[in-house]
T-cell receptor
Framework: GAVVSQHPSRVICKSGTSVKIECRSLDFQATTMFWYRQFPKQSLMLMATSNEGSKATYEQGVEKDKFLINHASLTLSTLTVTSAHPEDSSFYIC????????????FGPGTRLTVT | GNSVTQMEGPVTLSEEAFLTINCTYTATGYPSLFWYVQYPGEGLQLLLKATKADDKGSNKGFEATYRKETTSFHLEKGSVQVSDSAVYFCALRAVLIQGAQKLVFGQGTRLTINP
């Protein structure tokens, strides 16, 4: 069964509003989660690393004030796209890192955001 | 910096054909290498991995060998099935930051297998 869930799977919002996307680890506690963005026919681009109980680490070029990440518990991380614009329309994917020697990442099914 | 380059798709094959999807990488040090598969409507799943030079990862009939001399990790399968239709991503893992291990992905290759 699924190890990671994301909610919602699809969301349409109006320009200027904010949207929250949830990522849940279903099978294990995760101190580290990752948020990616995937453009059509392009690769996954890492946006930020979400650490439970501390501030997220953002990749270069990602606006931390626009993409707010909260990793409030060991099973939940949220990504809030603030004041969304049409160029924020994309596929957002989270992954959960299992601690241990393998550090394997488990991916959620993704959330399709459309900003009109 | 670290990067991964995959052969461009889409790739369309007939059932039972031989598959190769090329992947080359640029990295400092000795990264671990991965192939992920994304079936329609689902999240990425780890297909196989290799953690050091000359390692061969294999799963579900797919294979890839970590070639340090050519910085490559090509994905192969001897006889593809319709159910193999998906998007395939090559990735490397490098840079330990605060206990997290970052993945760098190639652009993905869409594979369609026709009956």
């Amino acid at each position: 069964g699924a190890v990671v869930s994301q909610h919602p799977s699809r969301v349409i919002c109006k320009s200027g509003t904010s949207v929250k996307i949830e990522c849940r680890s279903l099978d294990f506690q995760a101190t580290t989660m990752f948020w990616y963005r995937q453009f059509p026919k392009q690769s996954l681009m890492l946006m930020a690393t979400s650490n439970e109980g501390s501030k997220a680490t953002y990749e270069q070029g990602v606006e931390k004030d626009k993409f707010l990440i909260n990793h409030a518990s060991l099973t939940l991380s949220t990504l809030t796209v603030t004041s969304a614009h049409p160029e924020d329309s994309s596929f957002y994917i989270c992954s959960v890192q299992r601690a241990g020697s393998s550090y394997e990442q488990y991916f959620g099914p993704g959330t399709r955001l459309t900003v009109t | 910096g670290n990067s991964v380059t995959q052969m461009e798709g889409p790739v369309t094959l007939s059932e039972e054909a031989f598959l190769t999807i090329n992947c080359t990488y640029t990295a400092t040090g000795y990264p671990s290498l991965f192939w992920y598969v994304q079936y329609p409507g689902e999240g990425l799943q780890l297909l196989l991995k290799a953690t050091k030079a000359d390692d061969k990862g294999s799963n579900k009939g797919f294979e890839a060998t970590y070639r340090k001399e050519t910085t490559s990790f090509h994905l192969e399968k001897g006889s593809v099935q319709v159910s193999d239709s998906a998007v395939y991503f090559c990735a490397l893992r490098a840079v330990l930051i605060q206990g997290a291990q970052k993945l760098v992905f190639g652009q993905g290759t869409r594979l369609t297998i026709n009956p």
